[in-house]
């Protein structure tokens, strides 16, 4: 039978109640600062056709390509395989979809429960399959920011209602 190791583990400090942001200690930027290696605002990288700045980690998000056309399609009937994605957004995504009346057929699939992918089949009586996708993903964005709205819309009129 093995032994169980006794060895003591570190006991945190507590911290103070009393502790305010002025205890805390100093940042790199702070310290950068105070020595004068402090960068400059203009360093900002800007996006030169729409003249804002560009964010690194967005930057690295749009490298990641998510969806893609599947071989065998073609503009009135195509098949898309999105990474990352599940039932959540497929079955919301096909709903949508299936509202647009230019749409003739759409259904998802999970190929495999293992994989994180979810493949899409639009075919459209008028119009391209790539336009009816791109209308269901803005509909299904103008959906859910409406559903956000009026749940916090909800939530703050009963916190408000219990508070009195």
Not at 45 to 68: H, K, L, M, N, Y
Not at 75 to 100: C, D, Q, V
């Amino acid at each position: 039978m093995a032994s169980r190791s006794r060895r003591k583990q570190p006991v945190a400090e507590p911290v103070p109640e009393d502790a305010e942001m002025a205890d805390a200690p100093a940042t790199a930027e702070d310290e950068a600062e105070e020595n004068g290696e402090a960068e400059e605002a203009n360093d900002v990288p800007i996006d030169e056709e729409e003249g804002s700045a560009v964010d690194e980690e967005e930057d690295e998000e749009e490298e990641t390509q998510r969806v893609r056309l599947l071989p065998g399609s073609t503009p009135s009937a195509a098949s898309f395989e999105f990474l990352e994605e599940n039932h959540t957004m497929g079955n919301a995504l096909r709903y949508i979809i299936m509202k647009n009346p230019d749409v003739e057929f759409c259904a998802y699939a999970i190929p495999h429960p293992s994989e994180a992918k979810m493949n899409i089949r639009i075919q459209t009586y008028e119009g391209t399959a790539i336009e009816a996708l791109e209308k269901g993903l803005r509909d299904l964005q103008d959906l859910c920011d409406v559903v956000g709205e009026k749940y916090w819309a909800a939530r703050n009129q009963f916190v408000e209602a219990a508070a009195a």
